[in-house]
């Protein structure tokens, strides 16, 4: 589990579309985190969890990405 060491700020960008664009990163990226944890894990409950909220990443980055194409 991180700790608050190991959280990066958030910073906003000036420019709304150069937000999104880091947000859809941060999502993918943590997507991709989640689903590795869940491979790396032998409960099968924190597996379960882990590829729920992998799942909630990825749709998280896929509706930034609309967001990013409809500008």
Known sequence: FPTRSTLEPVIVPPVYIDALRQRYIAESRDAVK???FAQQVNDRCL?????????DEKRHAQEIMELIQSL
């Open 34 to 36: 989640y689903r590795m």
């Open 47 to 55: 597996q379960r969890i882990a590829m729920s909220t992998s799942d």
